[in-house]
């Protein structure tokens, strides 16, 4: 597993007719790995509830590239903006 100092979490929004992928960059607190695929990640300064990592890729630099579950909110009594806007709230950016 690469050494990253930051990490980049993307997670796709997905939507009845629309979907949106959404980024969170962060710098990993001293002590904390690179997390794994398989395992719960997502950023450690916001109150999103974290995901499964499905993928972990190397970024330029020295960042890691962390792909979330999708967060599917097709069949959600959540719509898909509400969605989108509460993850834009807590700092994530397209």
Known sequence: MMAA????FEVRVLGATAE????FEE????GVTTPRVG??????DTTTPW??????EPYPGDLAL???EPIDVSNSE????AEVAALRAEGWRT
């Open 5 to 8: 100092s930051r990490i980049r």
């Open 20 to 23: 949106e992928i959404l980024h």
């Open 27 to 30: 710098v990993l607190p001293k």
């Open 39 to 44: 395992q719960l990640g997502g950023p450690f």
């Open 51 to 56: 995901r499964r990592i499905i993928a972990v």
């Open 66 to 68: 962390i792909w979330l």
């Open 78 to 81: 959540r719509s898909f903006d």
